[in-house]
């Protein structure tokens, strides 16, 4: 990770909270950082651990880039430094845990803090999580253990009570589309962290890896099985590989503006105003009542979305819920015809 100019200004809050912390010398030994996905947790742990191993802090406690630890850190080879993430994007097994612990039980190679960062950290095994809980307990002195986590509910209750949280949420929206304004390569900044759920990092991603918005597809699927055109079971295969907590996130933005289109008399701002059109025929027939409840579906479905059961079914059971729902009354008035 690069290096970066200043803080994002949501992160600066918390950043002034941890100095406080730090001059007063009451850094916590057990971290946890979490906050959902794309918000800037990697770029503050990473921040942190750059401030407390740098020789020559600046005033407002960030590391200075230019000392020895600095470089190392940069290097990837600082020994006080130890991060653990999970392999192969799946799994930190009880082997990472016990390799922390070895460099936790050394003593600090430059006289400071000896940090162990652990990203992803509920993916640990709950052997890996139960080898923990010793080292949280009686971590050593300067030790801080740094735990980054997206779901922090997935972690074991004895690991979260041992940590004090430090939780990083989404943004305040303007604050996040000035920031991503201010980037070179930004175009269309409200559609993008729109797609990413107002995470401003997550929105970055998708535009530098130079995604696709996926919501027009989307929305012609919807028409489509609406009108009986389409197989639920093959528009919830595209769905699964776009992602399924994402999709359920985007038909719900989309049925939310239905229920909008249907309800209010007067011109009325949309989450997705760029496919007013679409949903505008899309929503002319179903009745109110039956979107929100259809939306209740949607925000079950994004619940079990995130307990890793089987992403394929759960798309097909809400598509074919929505099929259920279009047929009673929409395909029927052809509302919805291309
Ligand atoms: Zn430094």
């Known amino acids: 990770m690069q290096r970066s100019e200043s803080m994002p200004p949501w992160l600066e809050a918390p950043w002034r909270r941890l100095q406080e912390r730090r001059t007063g010398d009451r850094m916590p030994h057990a971290l946890l950082l979490a906050g959902p996905g794309g918000v800037g947790k990697a770029l503050f742990a990473r921040e942190l651990a750059e401030a407390l191993l740098c020789t020559a802090p600046r005033s407002d406690g960030r590391a200075c880039g230019a000392c020895r630890a600095c470089r190392l850190i940069d290097a990837g080879s600082h020994p006080d430094l130890f991060r653990l993430e999970p392999i192969e994007g799946r799994a930190i097994p009880i082997e ?18 000896r940090i162990a960062w652990i990203a992803a950290a509920e993916r640990m095994t709950s052997a890996a999580a139960n080898a923990l809980l010793k080292t949280l307990e009686e971590p050593g002195p300067q030790s801080l253990l740094l735990l980054v986590s997206d779901r922090p509910d997935l972690l074991p209750a004895t690991v ?84 399924a907590a994402d999709s359920l996130r985007w038909i719900s933005s989309c049925v939310m503006d239905m229920i909008r289109l249907r309800c209010c008399r007067q011109p009325v701002a949309l989450r997705n105003p760029d496919l007013r059109e679409p949903l505008q025929r899309l929503a ?55």
């Open 284 to 338: 002319a027939g179903c009745p109110p009542e039956r979107l929100f409840h259809y939306l209740d579906r949607l925000n079950a479905g994004g619940r079990e979305a995130q307990s890793s059961i089987n992403d394929q079914l759960l798309l097909e059971d809400v598509l074919i819920a929505w099929h259920e729902l279009a047929a009673g009354d929409c395909g029927a008035r052809g509302g919805i015809r291309r």
């Open 96 to 113: 990472g845990v016990r390799a922390l612990r070895e460099v936790l039980a050394l003593r600090s190679q430059y006289g400071g803090w």
């Open 160 to 243: 979260r009570s041992r940590c004090q949280r430090l939780v990083l949420p989404i943004p305040p929206r303007a604050q996040a589309l000035g920031w991503l304004a201010g980037r070179e390569e930004v175009t269309e900044a409200e559609r993008w962290l729109t797609l990413a759920g107002g995470a401003p990092f997550a929105a970055l991603e998708r535009i530098r890896s130079g995604a696709v918005d996926p919501r027009p597809e989307l929305v012609q699927d919807l028409a489509a099985i609406a009108a009986g055109r389409a197989d639920p079971l093959v528009a919830a295969e595209r769905c699964a590989a776009r992602g």
